[in-house]
Nanobody
Framework: QVQLVESGGGSVQAGGSLRLSCVGS??????????MAWFRQAPGKRREGVAA???????AYADSVKGRFTISRDNAKNTLYLQMSSLKLDDTAIYYC???????????????WGQGIQVTVSS
């Protein structure tokens, strides 16, 4: 089993920045071999992929966040990050981190999920 725990969420004004973190752990967890991703789900909407990163550092972003969000990982700390800048009202959502040994890009099929953390952007 792999456990993922997100942190760093909260409330921020539009135009502001926030950094999310996701720490991974588990008996058979070898963080550096996993592809990782951030998803989000806004009220009344389907969950969507935001950003993903493979074990080699190759990244992918949803069009809606390109140029504003940056995904990164620190394998020594088993930690995934999402630096969010120029936040908009539409970025308000519950954000989830996800992990899988298979590269799943921004699709939903990741095997392991965190519990989610709220990000609220206000005007």
């Amino acid at each position: 089993q792999v456990q993922l725990v997100e942190s760093g969420g909260g409330s921020v004004q539009a135009g502001g920045s926030l950094r999310l973190s996701c720490v991974g752990s588990g008996d058979t967890y070898t963080y550096r071999t996993y592809s990782m991703a951030w998803f989000r789900q806004a009220p009344g909407k389907r969950r969507e992929g935001v950003a993903a990163i493979d074990p080699n550092g190759v990244t992918a972003y949803a069009d809606s966040v390109k140029g504003r969000f940056t995904i990164s990982r620190d394998n020594a700390k088993n930690t995934l990050y999402l630096q969010m800048s120029s936040l908009k009202l539409d970025d308000t959502a519950i954000y989830y981190c996800a992990a899988d040994r298979i590269w799943r890009y921004l699709y939903e099929g990741y095997q392991y999920w965190g519990q989610g953390i709220q990000v609220t952007v206000s005007s």
